[in-house]
């Protein structure tokens, strides 16, 4: 847990194991002392200098990851939009394409095991850490009941979720399907206000109207025609079936480490083998979903979609370990114009006046609901310190006992909260 910035500096102040004279010296009031001599305050200099330069270090470096995080997950999602985009064109089949890429998400226990094997001291075998991941479905760990009950429905919800969003880009352009498949935060808010009684924040609401404003602007974009139509309430569909999946997740199986989220996805994957694999056969000998060999299939670009999109999933789902939340989903609502660009230099889409204004619309909502619950307290003791650095300082004798008792209680209130 990361402490907060008030804690951080009320530290800074005092380091631990300092010991400040109790008596009085002149010049202080309320007991507050001066340390003086030339060995005191020389080595409690650079103590606080040590302790800063370790605390920015830190701050540093996760910005450095966040940044990084931030490029590698805008990539890794425009990445697989433009790339199954193109694949449509080789091989037109969204199901079997959904199908082979959630297999995919076999690998994601293996992967965190082989992270976990390096670098935790206690060295379990697979079996040891699958059976203590497990525990995460219960006492009696992972059943037909509850694969039944608390996996199967989970996978289904994935399954909607990538076979509508395919769907989508089949009938619109990459950049509108990314950026309408971002009201999905402003829908998980909604729904977790409605299902968990989550706080409720005006500034999220105003999110949500303008994300709802957005589709409707750029659904007159194109003018209501029927093509357009069908593939924006795809992909807002899509965005509604992953706002679910998270909301009803968080309501059943509540919050997941690092390693259940690793073995809850595998399972889905291993499920979407073994209970799915027989409807991409019907829709082969149906010719619904039809290729004349294996040889001609573009597994490149197969391949291609369904390990971008297991790298967008560990980056999101084992990103925060080493960066801020809040920049992994920077980096979704950056594939937004990262989309515009390639769909511009391909000719895939033309932009006029709606369009920019509802796409704009759209992430500034996305951004808004980024913004932290107590935002408005940040801003009106951001406000407060301002107005006090503008005031004149005024004499030590009268002001410096006050001054202390004021920053004491701003410290000790905030970490209350």
Known sequence: ?????????FFLIHPVGEERPRENMPGTADGQAIVGGTEAEPTTGRRRLRCCIRITALQVRKVIWGVAMVMCVCSSWAGSTQLAKLTFKWYDAPFTLTWFATTWNCLFFPLYYIGHFCKSPERQTPKQRFRECCRFFGEDGLTWKVFLTKVAPFGLLWIMTNYLYLQALRKINSTDVSALFCCNKAFVFLLSWIVLRDRFMGIRIVAAILAIAGIV????????????VIGITLVVASASASSLYKVLFKLVLGSAK????ALFLTIVGGANFVFLSFVPLILYFTHVEYFTSIADLPWACLCGVAALLLAFNILVNFGIAITYPTLISLGIVLSVPVNALVDLYTCDIQFNTVRLIALSIICLGFLMLLLPEDWDKCLIELGTKLRK????????????????????RTSMSTFTH
């Open 389 to 408: 650095r503008e005031q004149p300082t005024e004499p030590p004798e009268t002001s410096s006992g006050l001054n202390w008792t004021r920053r004491a």
């Open 217 to 228: 602007m750029l659904t007159y974009a194109d003018g209501f025609h029927s093509h357009s």
């Open 258 to 261: 690092f390693g259940e989220a």
């Open 1 to 9: 847990h990361t402490p907060t910035a008030d804690v951080i500096f």
